[in-house]
């Protein structure tokens, strides 16, 4: 889907909507998990 | 360009089979299946330079005293044997499957990010080809083993920091192809594949790449905090700073026991699959096996000071992981009680791919066993360091993972290629392994037993013998894992044509599909008669 434009299912736009909202949830967990560890191990090394 | 300017207008239904050809379709690549199959050439070739490096290992160990190897390079070769073996071949070899398999299995025309698939792909090889770099610099490769304990690893030379940033983008990668994984499943799956309809292979995938997004980050920040007390002068791990090496084994052990569940859990999914299609009966316990899955992996979170017990910790610690330890067997044998009683009354058959199953199934608990046996705290203070350690986990993770990989190559592969292999040199590979496994790992428990310690380049003369047991298995274990590249090469260029369903037990989605399967498959969402046609379990 996103990006390939295969969907023939009559509800692709509400699936890419999903497909979208999942990604960023699951991205944004990670990257503050990602960065956060980094982040909150620079400030702790600062103090 | 070709392929992503097609991609970019391919409303036109009829162009769903175009192909793009020669390099670009692989650089640009954003089918599931080409992704798969770059995932499933990579983690082959890791597994050779891998392997190569274990035959170095057991060549130095083959008698004692110090034969061909440096002990710096020694250390740098066990070292390396793990990184690359664990993210560089039993990881990417779970994602070339997932890839390969869960749309055709939930009913999807492709992963749900294509782009951020490839991405995740092409990573990998500038990752590894620096780790790999790391043996030509200064200083030599990485030695202090691939838990990375300071101050030890603080000691490494220029290729310290290369080290760090592979390891920083092996996962980036590892979590990126996570995230396509979950949200193809969770927004993808054709009306009609509820969750509970899903293939295991599918559900075990999905806790796996959970665990991934969870831990992942938690080595990143392990690796970072190496790096600055390197370079920057912070103290994380160094006692004269008021840091504590002991948090690094905390903190890279929070990853590593999931690390662990992450490496073995696709495998679980796949006997799944491959002991109901040869005991042409439904899985017995579903349901249960999507609730031990989904118990491994809870219980994964809170085991990970098992691995220090000898660090010296409070009683209750001890107690408490030594407990929550021996809970993970109660998950796990629920799923080899439900394996066997799928068997029970089945009209079996032994095709490589049962064959494989059926060996994981036997000497994966061996190590499960043996794992056991390293969680009670008593019996762990003899263990630790010990080569019982290097037994039980190479159990787990050779004919446990490895040996799930390969059984579901030899499942899936006359789906991909639409020839059948030469089902008798699989046989070969498959007896030649499974003997010679045994023979390579069996003997360390004695070793470890009687005292040798890991990770050493030389050993006392009481150990001989074992070793050279050892090592001749080692030697005809690798050797005989040639034959799996030739089995799938001759196959890919020709055999007998198979049907939509190679076996004439299988069940899923893929199996209604055509053998090999269109470049797109599903771009119309399957019907519900073949979806419950297909969770026959």
């Known amino acids: 889907m996103a990006g390939n434009g295969m969907s023939t299912a ?38 | 360009m070709a392929y992503n300017d097609h991609a970019a207008t391919a409303h036109d239904h009829d162009a769903h089979d175009h192909k793009p050809h020669g390099w670009r379709r692989w650089v640009y690549a954003t089918n599931h299946k080409d992704i798969g199959t770059m995932y499933l050439v990579f983690a082959g070739i890791s597994f050779f330079i891998g392997g190569t490096m274990a035959m170095l290992i057991r060549l130095e160990l083959f008698k004692p005293g110090m034969q061909f190897l440096d002990p710096q390079f020694f250390n740098s070769m066990t070292t390396m044997h793990a990184l690359e073996m664990i993210f560089g071949a039993v990881m990417p070899a779970w994602t070339g499957l997932a890839n390969w398999m869960i749309p055709m299995q939930v ?13 995740s792909f092409w990573i990998l090889p500038f990752a590894f080809t620096l780790l790999l770099a790391t043996l030509f ?18 000691q490494g ?131 249960a096996m999507v ?82 046996m390293l969680a009670i705290v008593p019996a762990d203070y003899q263990y630790q360091d010990t080569y019982f350690v290097v037994a039980h986990f190479h159990y787990v993770l050779v004919p446990g993972a490895v040996f799930a990989i390969m059984g579901a190559v030899y499942y899936w592969l006359p789906k991909w290629t639409g020839n059948m292999y030469d089902q008798t040199l699989a046989k070969w590979h498959f007896w030649l392994s499974t003997i010679f496994v045994n023979v390579l790992f069996f003997p360390q428990h004695f070793l470890g037993l009687a005292g040798m310690p890991r990770r050493i380049p030389d050993y006392a003369v ?10 001749i298995g080692g030697f005809a274990f ?13 196959c890919v260029h020709g055999g007998v044509r198979v049907g939509n369903r190679a076996w004439e037990g299988a069940h899923g989605l893929e199996w209604e599909l055509p053998s090999p399967p269109p470049f797109h498959s599903w771009t119309e969402p399957p019907s519900d008669a073949l979806i419950q046609r297909g969770a026959a379990h």
């Open chain 2, 291 to 372: 609730y031990a899955t989904a118990s491994i992996a809870f219980l994964s979170f809170i085991v990970w000071a098992h691995h220090m017990f000898t660090v010296g910790m409070p009683l209750a610690g001890q107690l408490f992981f030594m407990l929550s330890t021996m809970l993970i067997a109660i998950p796990t044998g629920v799923k080899v009680f439900n394996w066997t009683a799928t068997m029970y009354r089945g009209s079996l058959s032994f095709e490589p791919p049962m064959l494989f199953a059926l060996s994981f199934l036997f000497l994966f608990t061996i190590g499960g066993l043996s794992g056991l």
């Open chain 2, 157 to 287: 030379g220029a290729g310290f920091p290369m080290t760090i940033f592979a390891i920083h983008m092996m996962g980036i990668s590892s979590i990126l192809g996570a995230i396509n994984v979950v949200v193809t499943i969770m927004n993808l799956r054709a009306p009609g594949m509820t969750l509970l309809r899903m293939p295991l292979f599918v559900w075990t995938w999905l806790i796996t790449a959970y665990l991934l997004i969870a831990v992942m980050p938690v080595l990143a920040g392990a690796v970072t905090m190496l790096l600055t007390d390197h370079f920057f002068g912070t103290t994380f791990f160094t006692a004269a700073g008021g840091g504590d090496p002991v948090m690094f084994q905390h903190i890279f052990w929070f990853f590593g026991h999931p690390e662990v569940y992450i490496l073995i859990l696709p495998a679980f999914g796949v006997v799944s699959e491959i002991i109901p299609t040869f005991s042409r009966k439904p899985l017995f316990g579903y349901e």
């Open chain 1, 10 to 47: 009559p509800d692709a736009g509400q699936r890419q909507r999903g497909v979208r909202r999942t990604a960023l949830l699951l991205g944004s967990v990670a990257a503050i998990f990602y960065v956060g560890f980094i982040v909150m191990m620079i400030w702790r090394a600062t103090r």
């Open chain 2, 107 to 119: 009913g999807a025309p492709d992963m749900a990010l294509p782009r951020l698939n490839n991405f």
């Open chain 2, 462 to 471: 009481q150990f001989t013998d074992w070793n050279m047991v050892s090592s």
């Open chain 2, 478 to 490: 690798g050797l005989s894992q040639f034959l799996f590249p030739y089995i799938i090469w001759k």
């Open chain 2, 137 to 154: 610099v200064p200083g030599g490769g990485p030695a202090g083993g691939w838990t990375m304990y300071p101050p030890l690893m603080l």
